[in-house]
C-alpha cells in the first residue's frame, strides 16, 4: 500500500508541475446552477472548494493519502455490480484484473452494494475542485457515463442501482432488506455532486431520469405504505430531493422530499422532545439536514427550530469529548455517558453528517459556537480516522481504555465510514473561510491560501498549529475597498494576542467570538495571531472522575504500547461484516489508566517534552500525545483520575 501510494502521489504531483490541472468552470456558490434560490437570508455564505487551496500540514496530508486511494480505484470494479444488474457487458480493456469483483459492503452478496460508487463520485467532485487535477474529472466522469449505460439498460423508467428493483418492492411491502434507500441516496448524492463541482451535465440527466422512476414508484403508494418503507435507514434522500429540486425547478422533486419526512423521527423533535432513547444515531442526522433544506428553500420555520434544538441537544449533551457521538451506532443515556465508553463510540459517518449540518447552521448565525465544535470534531475525529501509514480508514474511533483503531482494507471494506471518509478528508478546506459582502471570517487554523475573486483578495494562512500557538495571514492581493477581516476567538484560548503590520492592537470580546479588524487592506500586509492554549482537564457529565486531557483544541491519547495487539483479521474478512460491533481488543489487564492529576491545574503533573511537538509526559510515566497521531498503538482517552 505504501508502495502504491508513493507512485500515485509522484504521478499527481509531476501533474501539477507541468501544468495538466483544470480549474473549475462556475464562480463562487455555484451561481448560475440553481433554478430555485433560497428564501432566507444567511449572515455569511461559505467559499467554494476552488477558491481555497490547502498548503503543507498535518490536514494536507491527509488529503493527499485520501487522494492517493481514490486515484488507485479501478473504474471498471466501482460500477462491476451495476453492470452486473443489467447484463451490461464490461469488456477487459483494463485487463480481468479489472473486472475483479470488490469483497465487504461492495460484495455482490451485500444489499448495500453501490453505495461506495455514490460516495466517490461525490469525492471525485470535491478532490477535483479542492485541488484543480483533471485526474478526479476524468474518474468521475468515467463513472457517470458507465452508470448512464446501465440506467439506459435497465430500461426507460430510469431505475439506476446495482441491485434489483425487487429490494426496493421488498422494503416497499416491510420484508427484511437492509437500507435500499440507503444506497440511492449515496447515488443521487454522488450524481448531484458531480454536476455542482465537476460541472458534468450528464450526471444531472442521469440523477433526473432516477428521480422521474422514483416519484412513479412512490407517489400514490398508501400512507401505510410510505410510514413502512421509512422504517428502513434512508440516508438522507430528503435532503438530495431537496437539491435536486433546487437544481431543476421540478417540483416532484420537491414532493418526493416532503415524502420522505419521517414522521416518528421529526414530529417529536417539532414538539420539543431530547429523548432519543436508543435509536440509531445516524438516521437521525440526514434527516435533520433534510429539514435545514428545506427551511432554506421554503422558509419553513419548523425545519429551522428542529434543526437548532437538534444541533443544540447533540453538541451539549451526546458529544464525547472528540466531538464524536453515538456507541454501537446508537444513542445512550447522555446522563450516565460514562458508562458507555467503550470500543464502539463514535461511528464516523454521525461526525461526517454533524458537520454538514454545522456548516448549515453557521451561515444562518454565523455562531463562533458551531465553529468551537466543527473544529473539535474535525481535528479530534475526522482528522484521527485516518491512518497515515495506509490511507485506511476508521469505522468507530473507540475511546475504551486500551482499545487501538482498526483500519479498512483496500479491497475488502468499504463500509459507510469507509465512503464518508473519501468525501471528508477532500473538503477540508470548506470549514475554513466564511464571508458577507464586506466581511471575511476565518474559523479554522490550517494552511491555506483564500482567493475571494468578487473582492480582489488573495490571502495567505501560515502555521503550524495545533503545535504553535501562532497564526499568520498575508495579504497577497488587497481588495480595493475597506474589508472586515473577523477572526476566530476559541472557546479553549487564553486571550490573544493580534499584531497588525508588527503592531499590537487591543484585543475585544471573551472566548467563543470573532476579534474583528477593519481597514483598507495593502498588499503585503500581515496579521499575526498568537492564540494562548494551555493543558486542561474535561470530565464526563456524570462521574468528575472519568476525564480527557486537553490542549487548546486537542484531544491527548496515552500511548500504552502493542502488547497483545493483533491484526483484525476478521475485518479483512468479505464473507464477514459485522464483527466491529463485538471486535475483542483483547486489552491487558495491567494497563495504566489512573492519572494523578489535579484539574484546576493538569500542567502541575503533566508536562510538554521539549523538542517533541505536542508530546507530554504524565507523572504516571505515559506519554500523551494528539489522537490524531495515536496510530497502531492501545491508548487511553479517558483517564480514572
Known amino acids: 500500500m505504501k508502495v502504491r501510494y508513493y507512485i500515485i502521489m509522484s504521478a499527481l504531483l509531476m501533474m501539477s508541475a507541468t501544468g495538466v490541472t483544470a480549474q473549475s468552470v462556475y464562480p463562487g456558490q455555484h451561481v448560475g446552477k440553481f433554478a430555485v434560490e433560497n428564501k432566507v437570508p444567511v449572515k455569511v455564505k461559505s467559499f467554494d472548494l476552488k477558491d481555497v487551496r490547502l498548503l503543507p500540514g498535518r490536514v494536507y496530508d491527509n488529503l493527499r493519502r485520501d487522494s492517493a486511494w481514490m486515484v488507485s480505484i479501478p473504474v471498471n470494479r466501482l460500477v462491476h455490480s451495476f453492470r452486473n444488474n443489467a447484463g451490461v457487458y464490461a469488456g477487459v480493456e483494463g485487463g480481468y484484473e479489472s473486472l475483479k469483483k470488490f469483497g465487504g459492503w461492495e460484495s455482490l452478496d451485500c444489499d448495500l452494494r453501490g453505495h461506495t460508487t455514490g460516495h466517490l463520485m461525490s469525492a471525485y467532485g470535491l478532490m477535483y475542485e479542492a485541488t484543480g487535477n483533471e485526474i478526479f474529472k476524468l474518474k468521475g466522469d468515467s463513472i ?20 434489483p428493483e425487487e429490494l426496493i418492492n421488498r422494503n416497499l411491502k416491510g420484508k427484511s432488506v437492509w437500507a435500499p434507500w440507503y444506497t440511492l441516496h449515496k447515488i443521487f448524492s454522488g450524481l448531484i455532486d458531480q454536476y455542482l463541482y465537476a460541472d458534468n451535465h450528464q450526471a444531472l440527466e442521469v440523477a ?100 437548532r434544538l437538534f444541533w443544540d441537544e447533540m453538541t451539549r449533551k451526546h458529544a464525547f469529548v472528540t466531538g464524536s457521538i453515538s456507541q454501537k451506532e446508537h444513542y445512550f443515556d447522555p446522563a450516565k455517558m460514562s458508562k458507555f465508553i467503550n470500543g464502539y463510540t463514535g461511528e464516523t459517518c454521525c461526525t461526517y453528517n454533524m458537520l454538514k449540518l454545522g456548516r448549515h447552521l453557521f451561515c444562518w448565525d454565523a ?16 482528522l484521527a480516522q485516518q491512518d497515515p501509514e495506509s490511507g485506511m480508514v476508521c469505522y468507530f474511533l473507540p475511546l475504551k481504555s486500551g482499545a487501538y483503531k482498526v483500519y479498512s482494507t483496500p479491497e475488502n471494506s468499504f463500509w459507510c465510514c469507509v465512503g464518508s471518509g473519501f468525501e471528508s478528508h477532500a473538503k477540508y478546506a470548506e470549514g475554513i473561510y466564511y464571508h458577507n459582502d464586506d466581511e471575511l471570517f476565518v474559523n479554522l487554523f490550517i494552511p491555506s491560501r483564500l482567493t475571494w475573486k468578487e473582492k480582489g483578495l488573495v490571502m495567505t494562512q501560515q502555521t503550524s498549529f495545533p503545535e504553535s500557538e501562532v497564526t499568520r495571514f498575508t495579504i ?62 474535561e470530565a464526563t457529565p456524570d462521574n468528575p472522575k472519568k476525564a480527557a486531557l486537553l490542549y487548546g483544541p486537542v484531544v491527548l491519547a496515552g500511548n500504552l504500547g502493542t502488547e497483545g495487539m493483533v491484526a483484525p483479521a476478521p475485518f479483512s474478512d468479505p464473507t464477514v461484516r459485522n464483527d466491529y460491533y463485538t471486535y475483542d481488543y483483547k486489552v491487558p489487564e495491567n494497563i495504566v489508566t489512573t492519572l494523578k492529576v489535579d484539574p484546576g491545574n493538569p500542567s502541575a503533573t503533566v508536562k510538554r517534552i ?32
Open 610 to 641: 521539549d523538542g517533541k511537538g505536542l508530546r507530554f509526559r504524565a507523572s504516571n510515566g505515559v506519554e500523551l500525545q494528539p489522537l490524531y497521531d495515536a496510530h497502531h498503538c492501545r491508548y487511553v482517552i479517558y483517564w480514572d483520575l
Open 144 to 163: 457517470v457515463a458507465a452508470l448512464a449505460e446501465v440506467q439506459a439498460a435497465l430500461g426507460p423508467r430510469g431505475y439506476l442501482s446495482a441491485f
Open 476 to 537: 497577497d492581493e488587497a481588495p480595493s475597498s475597506a474589508m472586515k477581516l473577523s477572526l476566530r476567538y476559541p472557546g479553549w484560548s487564553g486571550k490573544p494576542i493580534v499584531k497588525v503590520n508588527g503592531k499590537k492592537v487591543a484585543v475585544k470580546g471573551k472566548p467563543s467570538s470573532y476579534i474583528s479588524l477593519e481597514r483598507k487592506w495593502k498588499k503585503g500586509d500581515t496579521v499575526e495571531v498568537t492564540y494562548p492554549m494551555s493543558l486542561r482537564v
Open 367 to 382: 455562531s463562533p459556537e458551531i465553529a468551537d465544535y466543527y473544529e473539535r470534531a474535525l481535528f479530534n475525529h475526522i
Open 208 to 307: 433526473e431520469k432516477m428521480g422521474e422512476w422514483a416519484y412513479n414508484k412512490l407517489i400514490g403508494q398508501s400512507e401505510e405504505t410510505r410510514r413502512l418503507m421509512l422504517r428502513n435507514e434512508f440516508g438522507g434522500v430528503n435532503e438530495a430531493m431537496y437539491n435536486l429540486y433546487s437544481i431543476t425547478g421540478n417540483p416532484h422533486f420537491k414532493e418526493l422530499a416532503s415524502y420522505f419526512y419521517h414522521n416518528d423521527v421529526i414530529d417529536p423533535l417539532k414538539q420539543g422532545n431530547r429523548d432519543f432513547g436508543t435509536k440509531h444515531t445516524n438516521t437521525f442526522i440526514p434527516k435533520v439536514i433534510g429539514e435545514a433544506r428545506n427551511y432554506e428553500l421554503t422558509a419553513d420555520a419548523e425545519g429551522s427550530a428542529v434543526a
